[in-house]
């Protein structure tokens, strides 16, 4: 049995720099950047840094359990893989490599609309559950058809991503070349045509479980539920589209109590440690999802460069929670955690201590 260079990756550092030794200039742009300025992106990491936490001591925390459920599927740990729809610029299995990984560690994939080899065989590879992430770009006979493929392919739910009416200027791959499909100079620009009235169209398309991704106020949050929907997912795209606005995390607690418990929440925008992932559910969140750090387990070794990412984010997190005094991230609550000042600049590596500002030669 041949072992998996990936086991020797003893922290998500490591993984990051093997990734960029195997990434282009505008792969790797496209992956670690924001839009404009990026400042929406470094404030997702700033709005961790700004979270300290407020640990019990003389607990027996001898036994750890930092599994969950999300839609009534477990997850080993409250950690899923995000829609990312360029997941075959890492890795030529796409998003097969990240279904197999979700599946072999135990949590749950989003798939993009967009991401190859398509949703069917996405769906088929690996048998864990899958959310369907839809990217309207279709009349309404399309958008029938899509739900309609999903649902058939045994998806266990579906978010529609409401944040791109307009696709964004990301200078950075912008600079290197890399010119991905853009919605926005399309005739219709059907993302462009959203409205809460066709999403609850969409919804009632599927009895399966339905939300929104890129909700970023407690006044939508409101209205999502009123619409009845299941998932509420916190994102600003990570940083990716609208620039200048909050970082996920300080989003959080408005749209927490505006939901009030009657959907799960998912978070996603800087989430790069398992004490990143302790934060957001101390401060309500139900489950959080990554996609940089997905990327950089696929360019790093594929299927196992991502297993290996999630094994160092459970350890991670087991260690948080031991040393918070709590035995499982069920017991997580807002009186773990606190506000303070950071002590970092944020930026896309600024998780790593070892990590340089800007360019990994």
Known sequence: MTTSPATNFVSNEEVIQAARRHLDESAWDYLVGGSESETSMRRNRAAFDRIAFRPRVLVDVSKLDASTTFLGQKLRIPVMLAPVGSLQRFTPEGGLAAAKAAA?????????????????????????PKIFQLYVQGDWKWIEDIIHRAKQAGYVGIVVTVDNARYSRRERPMIHGYAPMRPAVRTPAYGGMLTWDLMDRIRDLTDLPFGIKGVATAEDAATAIEH???????????????????GTLDMLPEIVDAVGGKADIVLDGGVLRGSDVVKAIALG???????????????AAGQ???NRVLEIMEDEVLSAIALLGVTSVGQLNRSYVCRAETVTSPHEMSAWVNMPVGRIP
């Open 104 to 128: 072999e560690f135990g949590t749950m994939q989003t798939v993009s609309t967009v991401t190859e080899p398509g949703l069917e065989k996405i769906a088929a590879a690996g048998s864990g």
């Open 228 to 246: 009845g929907f299941n998932i509420i997912w916190v994102s600003n795209h990570g940083g990716r589209q609208l620039d200048h606005s909050l």
């Open 285 to 299: 969140a139900k489950a959080v999802a990554i996609g940089k750090l997905q990327g950089w387990g696929l360019a």
């Open 304 to 306: 196992a460069g991502v």
